[in-house]
């Protein structure tokens, strides 16, 4: 998919610059997640990409991406949805997805 590939020469750049590991399509044992980013053996993350019109989208989302976290174990992952078209006729409404970390942390005067 174009979209992959784009991803791709993105981010490559800018691992190297970091140096972070960027790894396309490894398969821990529940098929090949599109790529994943690590620095060490605890800093991974996992980034699946999807085609808004894909008709699995919404499994993707809810058990696929967990799979692939299980198989890594990793917590940390990024479910990156291209929209491809105003005009698809079967558009799966997707929502936009943020996630705030409201959890306590302490002042930043008192750290």
Not at 31 to 41: E, I, N
Not at 87 to 98: N, R, T, W
């Amino acid at each position: 998919m174009f979209g992959q590939r784009l991803f791709y020469a993105i981010a490559d750049s800018c691992c190297a610059a970091n140096d972070v590991d960027l790894s396309r399509e490894p398969n821990p044992g529940n098929g090949p997640v599109d790529f994943k980013l690590s620095v060490g053996y605890h800093g991974r993350v996992l980034v699946e990409i999807k085609k808004s019109m894909n008709p699995r989208l919404l499994h993707g989302f809810e058990t696929q991406l967990d799979a692939y976290q299980k198989a890594e174990a990793t917590e940390l992952s990024l479910y990156l949805i291209l929209r491809v078209s105003e005009g698809e006729k079967k558009k799966l409404k997707v929502p936009d997805v943020a996630v705030i970390d409201a959890r306590k942390k302490p002042s930043a005067s008192k750290r």
